[in-house]
């Protein structure tokens, strides 16, 4: 047996989750190639590995063709904006990193014999018709909206990725990941938790958009990253939804967020974005039966270790 490292390459490492998963694979002794073009990564989140002889920095759009050298045990694909925000910025983009990156990364992993991760996301679901969201169900989705970008992009990449397991035997994993929050988001952002958050800290009225009453299922990043790492694990495909089945209102969010940093933020309550989901929470089923997946970090405490993130980032940055 090989006495080298496995080797991880992690596009979209520079990002929120995409670092995580960094630290997480260094962690356990692994060769980490994180592959980002900085589009919305932050070098910030990777300067702790400077100096780490087993990390390497590419920057790399992932919608172009790429190669690293050496073997390769892992390609997880993480290349994306992610936030509402960025659905308007740069909507082209994400339709190609989903698709044209989604094809540069398994063609890595189908040549270097790798197993293949793909973050997807509950976004497939769009604006669902049952809930709690199973990995059976085909969602509801507007193609040609606002949203679709990411949306369409995400069920692309996974049609794409099925496509090279049955035709080129690629060993093939899927995450459909659910609404995920903590230390590493950007500031601006734009998604409800770090939104609430730097407003809370400033003291400016929380935006909320509806009437509040819509609902979201909270992650805490740590155990988001136990998911895919299970799943990477396991010997199962996916999809698999991966989350915290606990739903709360935004509504409730935004006050709990309030009394955890003390603001004196009153609310404001903005229309509701074209094809905001009214409902989203994910039916852990498959992930606990066959992942052995439970998340473990309560939203208030996850929310408490966020906001202290965010107010050092905050007091570095002298907002």
């Known amino acids: 047996m090989s006495d080298q490292p496995r ?3 992690i596009t979209g490492g520079a990002g929120f989750i995409g670092s995580h998963l960094c630290d997480a694979f260094l962690e356990r002794g692994c060769r980490v190639i994180c592959v980002d073009n900085l589009i919305t990564g932050d070098e910030a989140n990777l300067r702790h590995f ?4 087993r990390f390497v ?4 759009d992932v919608s172009e063709p790429f190669d690293v050298s050496g073997d390769v045990d892992f390609v997880l694909h993480f290349a994306s904006p992610a936030s509402p925000v960025d659905f308007a910025r740069y909507p082209i983009e994400i339709l190609m990193v989903g698709s044209a990156g989604t094809r540069s990364a398994l063609e890595l992993a189908r040549a270097k014999e790798a197993r293949f991760l793909l973050a997807s996301t509950s976004e497939v679901y769009g604006d669902p018709e049952i809930h709690p969201q199973t990995e059976e169900y085909h969602g509801n989705v507007n193609p040609v909206g606002p949203r679709s970008v990411y949306d369409e992009a995400k069920r692309f990449a996974e049609a794409l990725t099925m496509a090279y397991r049955r035709t080129h035997g690629v060993d093939t994993k899927i995450a459909r990941i659910f609404n995920t929050y903590g230390p590493r988001m950007r500031l601006d952002d734009g998604r409800v938790v770090p939104n ?19 609902t979201r299922s909270f992650c805490h990043v740590s155990d988001l990253v136990s998911g895919l790492l299970r799943l990477l694990e396991s010997d199962h495909a996916g999809p698999i939804n991966l989350g915290n089945d606990g739903e709360m209102t935004v509504l409730e969010l935004a006050r709990l967020i309030i ?7 009153e609310l404001c309550f903005l229309p509701s974005p074209v094809d905001d989901p009214k409902i989203r ?7 606990r039966e066959l992942l052995g997946y439970a998340p473990r970090v309560p939203a208030e405490e996850g929310l408490a270790r966020t906001i202290a993130w965010f107010k050092a980032r905050l007091a570095g940055a002298g907002a």
Do not use: C, W
């Open 7 to 9: 080797t991880a390459v």
């Open 50 to 53: 400077e100096g780490n002889p």
């Open 57 to 60: 920095f590419m920057r790399h």
């Open 196 to 214: 609430f958050i730097f407003q809370a800290l400033r003291g400016e009225a929380i935006t909320v958009y509806g009437d509040g009453s819509r």
């Open 259 to 265: 009394r955890l940093t003390a603001s004196g933020s």
């Open 281 to 287: 929470r994910p039916d852990l089923t498959k992930a």
